[in-house]
């Protein structure tokens, strides 16, 4: 991410995850928060979103190589799909 200069990531679209906002054109919601803050703690100034329907986010992500992350609540299907949820409690990598 730092190489390329950004974080991209793909969402639906959908309020209250990630979505432009109509009256200031800017990237908002929860999800596009938590973007902004992973994006500030790597020291990356520039975040992208790649719009798709919420059904293909998963494959999206991993079959684009320019696509980091994946927004609209699909941080804890991807902890669990890598096994890393069980119980309340996130593995220690």
């Known amino acids: ?10 969402s639906a679209d959908a309020l209250p995850f990630a979505y432009i906002n109509p009256e200031t054109k800017k990237l908002s ?3 596009a928060d938590i973007m902004a803050e992973i994006a500030k ?3 990356i100034n520039k975040i ?13 992500l991993n079959t ?3 696509i980091d992350l994946a927004a609209d609540g699909t ?6 799909e890598n096994g890393l949820y069980k119980s309340n409690t ?3 990598q």
């Open 29 to 31: 919601g929860i999800d």
């Open 41 to 43: 703690q790597l020291g």
């Open 75 to 80: 941080l804890y299907a991807i902890l669990v």
């Open 48 to 60: 992208e979103q790649k719009k798709i329907k919420f059904a293909v986010l998963l494959n999206q």
């Open 1 to 10: 991410m730092k190489e390329k200069g950004g974080l991209t990531f793909v």
């Open 90 to 92: 996130v593995k220690n």
């Open 64 to 66: 684009d190589n320019s």
